[in-house]
């Protein structure tokens, strides 16, 4: 039985719908739990070893992922794998449509009860965001049908909660939980007042930071609407007082020297090349003196062998991920101090993930995974 989140818009499934669910997420862990070991041992035996007699060295991550996915083995899997991400959306999809109105109905009356929505339907969109359907999810993150649409956010909430079974939690908030305990012991000078989440989409790890430090006031921004909405309802739903505006990262509005603390999870692989500088210049624009920038995303390659930086590639060439190759091979360190930090602040480290240490409740989780989170940042100088 899976742990879910405890509000009536979270979308729930017939047992057919259900039935379909489970075998996405069994294939899944199938995929990444014993398919995906054998490609390295196909890589280890074969592939390396012929890369070395012709090159006379050994490959890199990119030449890793070309010769990899010229193997029928790999081949398989990154089409498995593919139409794996297609039937999750189309399960869940069918799901959500069937109820959308009645969840957005749901999740409209308890707007208000705590925090506040913000939305600008003036905003534009990013165009890294409209040309493709980011992680293969028809229309994106921002697609709306009708009025006070829902349907993204509920469809997000929907697949965390599968497809993480319970590993970060009920609420799905581990990252958070986790790196908020982890700023409060690291800092404990920051006292905050004022933080920040960029990329929230539904506020899962916008949360924490207000149970974490109660004294600051939380805001979560993104650019979609329909996933502020679901986070502005779940947050009332959980009685947390976080507030939610739609704005985009690179130029949010807020006043200079606002945060104490300004975080992302899983953002900064989502923007581009031109976004991603005018994202941490923002940061720094925003931070107060002394203030704490700190984005949590996959590993950077340097943290990797060239083995495991080279499986990013189904991301990047079947998953609508076009950034992701660039931005994890990129120094964010020079990033971050072109961009206005000092390089003697930067921050890279994993921050230990709390809960599977605290509650381990959770045997069926895919191996590996929410055990340690990769963070990088820098400090405002005071
Ligand atoms: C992978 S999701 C983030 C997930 C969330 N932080 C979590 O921990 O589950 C990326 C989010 O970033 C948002 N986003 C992308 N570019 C943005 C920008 N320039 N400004 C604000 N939000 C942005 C997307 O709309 C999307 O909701």
């Not at 669910?21 to 054998?38: H, M, Q, T, W, Y």
């Not at 409209?130 to 921002?142: A, C, M």
């Not at 990329?199 to 979609?224: E, H, Q, R």
């Not at 990033?335 to 993930?353: A, D, K, M, R």
């Amino acid at each position: 039985m899976l742990p879910l989140p405890q509000y009536d818009f979270l979308p729930t499934g017939t047992h057919d719908e259900e039935a379909r669910e489970n075998f996405c997420r069994g294939l899944a862990v199938k995929l990444a739990a014993d398919i995906r070991p054998s490609l390295k041992t196909l890589f280890e035996t074969e592939v390396k070893p012929a890369f070395e007699a012709e090159h006379g060295r050994e490959p890199n991550f990119r030449e890793i992922a070309k010769a990899m996915r010229r193997q029928t083995k790999a081949k398989i899997w990154y089409r498995l794998r593919t139409d794996n991400q297609d039937r999750m959306y189309s399960v869940t999809g069918d799901m959500i449509s069937r109820q959308a109105k009645t969840l957005t109905d749901r999740a409209l009356s308890v707007f208000g009860t705590t925090g506040s929505l913000t939305l600008d339907p003036t905003l534009e969109m990013p165009r890294y965001l409209t040309e493709v359907d980011i992680h293969r999810k028809p229309g994106g993150y921002h697609h709306e049908d009708f009025e006070n649409d829902i349907s993204p956010g509920a469809q997000y909430d929907r697949t965390i909660a599968v497809h993480n079974m319970g590993s970060q939690g009920i609420n799905n908030d581990d990252p958070a939980h986790s790196i908020a305990n982890w700023i409060h012991a690291t800092y404990p000078q920051l006292e905050p007042t004022q933080i920040l989440d960029m990329g929230c989409t539904i506020g899962n790890n916008t949360l924490p930071y207000k149970s974490v430090f109660p004294d600051a006031t939380v805001y979560g921004v993104d650019v979609s609407a329909p996933c502020l909405r679901y986070a502005h309802a779940r947050a009332c739903a959980l009685g947390t007082d976080v507030h939610f505006q739609q704005a985009n990262a690179q130029q949010t509005g807020f006043a200079d020297n606002t945060f104490d603390i300004i975080v992302s999870r899983i953002l900064l692989h989502e923007t581009s090349a031109s976004a991603l500088p005018q994202v941490i210049q923002e940061c720094y624009r925003l931070l107060k003196p002394g203030g704490l920038m700190l984005h949590c995303d996959a590993p950077q390659f340097d943290a990797l062998t060239p083995y495991q930086a080279s499986l990013r590639d189904w991301d990047a060439t079947c998953n609508n991920e076009p950034f992701m190759m660039t931005v994890y091979d990129m120094s964010l360190k020079d990033l971050y101090s072109n961009n206005g930090f000092s390089p003697e602040t930067y921050i890279q480290t994993f921050v230990p993930g709390r809960y599977i240490a605290e509650k381990k409740i959770d045997p069926n989780a895919t191996p590996g995974f929410s055990e340690s989170y990769f963070v990088t940042g820098a400090l405002k100088s005071a």
